[in-house]
């Protein structure tokens, strides 16, 4: 099916964004790259067809909510409409339930799995979300590996930009002690506690 896509590029605390949208609702959107021509290079490379232009009313809502929650902002983006036509069924399936999980919290890739009906399907469900087209939208950031590690995340800052993102909406995922936190301190004679 042909349909005309718009793009547009928009500023946020983590950097200049990018966002795809169709008359049927957000197709797309960028993290920002190393700079502003390196992220319009990206939207370019992954939507050949979409043309620069203002942002459809849509866009624009998904722009004001992504903007608010990378302020800091407590902000639920499940309203924004989604075209995700050129997405496989089984991906799909996968962003409705990561849609479904609240600013906060975290499901692991098993637990979406079992949603889908089936936990064995744990490493196609973290193969869908590393294809994610509208990074946030759909809060692939909130889906963890087993045992509450934070697991990948295929955004330009990898697993330091998914730690930001939770930290700004105030998830506290586990995290694998540093290599100086295994060491006891040592200081006037006192060790820290294990």
Known sequence: MN??????LFDTALGRCGIVWSEHGVVGVQFPERSEV??????????????????????????AG???????EPRDLTDVALDLQDAPDFNRRVYDVARSIRPGATLSYGEIAARLGDRNLARDVAQALSQNPCPIVVPCHRVMAAGGKTGGFS??????TKLKLLSI???Q??????????????????????
């Open 169 to 171: 909406e105030g998830a």
């Open 66 to 72: 992504i903007v608010a929650l990378l302020n800091g």
């Open 155 to 160: 955004a330009p800052g990898g697993v330091k």
């Open 173 to 194: 995922p586990e995290q694998a002690p540093l290599l100086f936190d295994r060491l006891p301190l040592v200081a006037a004679g006192r060790r820290r506690p294990a």
């Open 38 to 63: 390196a992220t319009l290079a990206r939207v370019q490379r992954r939507f050949p067809a979409a043309r620069e232009a203002a942002p459809s009313d849509e866009a624009q809502r998904a722009i």
């Open 3 to 8: 349909r005309e896509l718009g793009f547009a």
